[in-house]
């Protein structure tokens, strides 16, 4: 299936705002708002922003029989799956956490061949390993333990359980992106969402100290908010009307390239031939990806 270039533009943008994110988001929890409230919060913001911008498109409405997995959609892909992930950065470091969800694809292509949505030719899983490969080894290289020594913890298997869900997210929601647009169902999935989250942030949103927030602590909320999350839905839910769910799923791989890029440039890490090498096969796995034709069921 070929996708026209605006997609690989969306997906490239996702990659950036949320490789930025790995390094954003920790700097605000748990010092400053725990992983529940801080989520809560960005569930409401943009729950707004998108019902405010649904006012000047057309008019649509959900078929009964879609309402189901329209909320089983909003639990993977906005509820559990912001939970887990905030939760497990505030527990875990941005290293492990991106490692992690590089997992991602895989289990994409796990879910999406056990489900009989796709079938994968040689070129493709020899791209899916590239990919890994060149990840693995741009995350492993910033390790303290080194390549063979990571320590895992309760964070990350709350990262492990984001990558699940997120997965599952992106291989359910493709039918209902083919009925409805991508601005409809985010107005939706975040509604319903916020409704989930709320029982384990409520309590936060009151004892939480708001005015003692410094303003550049307010201007990384508000970019995991606007940039990390409204932006990034919309694109993804772009890409999923045009592309595979595997095609959206493996442009994660570059997640890593950018956090690690980010950390460059903020004098956090330095740039050396194993990540040269590394972001190298990171490429070349999503072109041979998406080089050849994948045969659909």
Not at 43 to 50: N, S
Not at 68 to 73: A, K, R, S, Y
Not at 154 to 180: E, M, R, T
Request: hydrophobic share 60%.
């Amino acid at each position: 299936m070929k996708s026209n270039p605006s997609v690989y533009w969306a997906l490239l943008m996702v990659s950036l705002l949320y490789g930025l994110n790995y390094i954003i988001a920790k700097d605000v929890m748990p010092l400053y708002l725990s992983s529940s409230t801080f989520i809560a919060l960005r569930l409401f913001v943009c729950t707004i922003l998108f019902w405010i911008i649904g006012i000047f498109f057309k008019k649509e409405r959900i078929h009964t029989n879609d309402i189901p997995l329209i909320i089983f959609c909003a639990f993977l892909g906005a509820a559990f799956n912001q939970l887990t992930f905030f939760k497990g950065l505030s527990l875990t470091t941005p290293i492990n956490a991106a490692l992690l969800m590089i997992l991602v694809p895989i289990l994409v292509f796990l879910f999406s061949t056990f489900f009989g949505k796709e079938k994968w030719i040689g070129i493709n899983l020899l791209g899916i390993i590239l990919g890994f490969v060149g990840a693995f080894l741009i995350i492993a290289s910033n390790s303290k333990g080194g390549v063979f020594n990571i320590r895992f913890s309760k964070g990350d298997f709350f990262i492990f359980l984001n990558a699940l869900s997120f997965a599952l997210y992106l291989v359910f929601s493709k039918p209902l992106i083919g009925k409805y647009s991508p601005l409809f169902l985010m107005k939706w999935f975040f509604l319903i969402a916020f409704f989930m989250v709320l029982p384990f942030a409520y309590s936060g949103l009151f004892t939480t100290e708001w005015q003692i927030i410094p303003n550049i602590i307010w201007i990384k909320i508000a970019y995991v908010i606007l940039g990390a999350t409204f932006s990034v839905y919309l694109l993804n839910a772009y890409a999923l009307s045009k592309a595979n769910p595997s095609l959206v799923g493996i442009f994660i791989y570059l997640q890593p390239v950018f956090a690690t890029l980010f950390s460059i440039l903020l004098k956090k890490d330095s740039l050396d031939k194993i990540k040269i090498i590394a972001a190298s096969l990171i490429f070349m796995g999503v072109y041979l990806v998406n080089k050849s034709k994948v045969v659909r069921s």
